[in-house]
């Protein structure tokens, strides 16, 4: 009789076990799931934030300010925020930024991608924006 209560005790221990690691590891999900959710909203920020600042710089010098080459002063800027993000350093998974002319003749067409790098994943992450600038 001492034996079954025994029995019956070590399979509610395990039953138990199971359940709490169950709950700890969909907890864990949810936090990385979560963690991503917020670098995703400051990726997305930072890249609408840069395109909502170009749509009112002077259309003829985007080329050398957004240039990433050179690097230009708008595009500093932009590098700069970025290395906030996961992953990003002064050699990896710096933003893109593109600025070719628009449909008209006084538009630019800007595309802006900001990539950020979990430590534990293989590729990087983008967030990308793109519009067409062009003043009034």
């Keep these: 009789m ?3 209560l025994l029995i019956e005790a070590l399979v509610a221990v395990l039953v138990f076990s199971l359940a709490a690691t169950g709950v ?3 907890l864990a999900n949810a936090l990385h799931a979560s963690g991503n959710a917020s670098i995703r909203a400051t990726a997305n920020a930072l890249a609408a934030s840069t395109l909502a600042r170009i749509s009112i710089e002077d259309l003829p010098t985007l080329y050398e300010r957004y240039d990433p080459d050179v690097p230009g ?3 500093r800027t932009l590098a700069t925020m970025a290395k906030r993000l996961p992953g990003v350093t002064d050699t990896h998974n710096l933003p893109l930024v593109t600025v070719v002319d628009g449909p008209s003749a006084g538009s630019r067409r800007v595309s802006i991608t900001v990539l950020w790098q979990l430590p534990h994943e293989a590729t990087p992450h983008r967030a990308q924006l793109s519009s067409v600038v062009a003043h009034r």
């Design 73 to 75: 002063p708008g595009y």
């Design 2 to 4: 001492g034996g079954a």
């Design 24 to 26: 700890f590891s969909m």
